[in-house]
């Protein structure tokens, strides 16, 4: 799809089913994209959905604007059930509209273009410090009249280490079979494999991330953190090092590109977050979400 050029560059892997390794919730935006072993994350489902195992009734609300008129919205709703953890998400992006042309350059219309992907999460227990989770989901990308469809799996699981204040995940994302292709040949599914430790330092309000990514065709590594400070406050950061992809000889802009700021406000049971990704010469992601218990 021509329109995910103009995404800034999360992953190494590219195509037209790019939309599935991308964050929908601000939160994993404003701290790098990392989110494999954190329990406080809001993209789990997708990441890695055993963390989800122990969350409450909960629902999340997320928007996210890109540049050239890109925009994607989530919402999730979490709950327990029979000593495990499920989550029905739905997730969607929009490119924006375009000039539909004829032979002959003359326009016609437009026609717009959009990805939709609904999932269904479920993690369990296996030991008492260990947990796993499965998502399961349709997928479906449509450029005017031309739909193509997957149906895809992601597998996860958590160890918890209790003694360290830590923890450690592993996913492979986007297991997927093509229901239907835009044509007669098959676009590539960007399946990947994940790695991540989270960890909160002793001497620091902070809980720190990092996230190994791997493709077929390369791989990526995250960092973000949380710095939880007083009165219901958190401060967020990351970066990755698709930043050493965009580099642009000016200083400032070198410095700045790949990094990712937020904040977020707790209060009894809302939580609001705001954030930030800077992509250099890629223009900047903002966003808005809302977590509320039910």
Known sequence: MAALAALPCWLSAQGSYSSLEVPYHVRSVSMGGIGI???????MAAFNPALLQGNTKELL???????????????????PWRERSVAVTVRHMGYGSFEALDEDGVKTGEFAASD?????????????????????????????????????????????????????????RNLGVALQNYGSYPEAIPT???????????????????????????????????????????????SSTNRFDQQTEHLWRDILTGSSIGLGYVAQE???????????????????????AL
Request: hydrophobic share 45%; net charge negative.
């Open 116 to 172: 939709v992907w609904a999932s269904l999460a479920v993690s369990q227990s296996v030991f008492p410090s260990m947990d796993i989770g499965l998502t399961a989901g349709i997928y479906q990308s449509q450029i005017e009249n031309v739909r193509a469809s997957l149906g895809i799996v992601s597998v996860g699981t958590v160890l918890r280490l209790p003694e360290l204040d830590a923890s450690l995940g592993l996913s492979v």
């Open 37 to 43: 072993a954190d329990h406080g994350g809001t993209d």
């Open 61 to 79: 609300l997320s928007v996210l604007r890109y540049p050239a008129q890109i925009q994607s919205e989530m919402v999730e709703f979490r709950f």
């Open 270 to 292: 809302l939580m609001v977050d705001i954030g930030l990704r800077y992509s250099g010469i890629g223009g900047a992601i903002v966003g808005v979400g809302v977590a509320t």
């Open 192 to 238: 990947s494999v994940n790695v991540g430790v989270t960890k909160r330092l002793a001497h620091l309000p902070l809980e720190l991330s990092v996230d190994g990514v791997w493709w077929e065709q390369g791989g990526v590594a995250r960092i973000g953190g949380e710095f939880i400070l007083k009165q219901g406050i958190l401060l967020r950061w990351g």
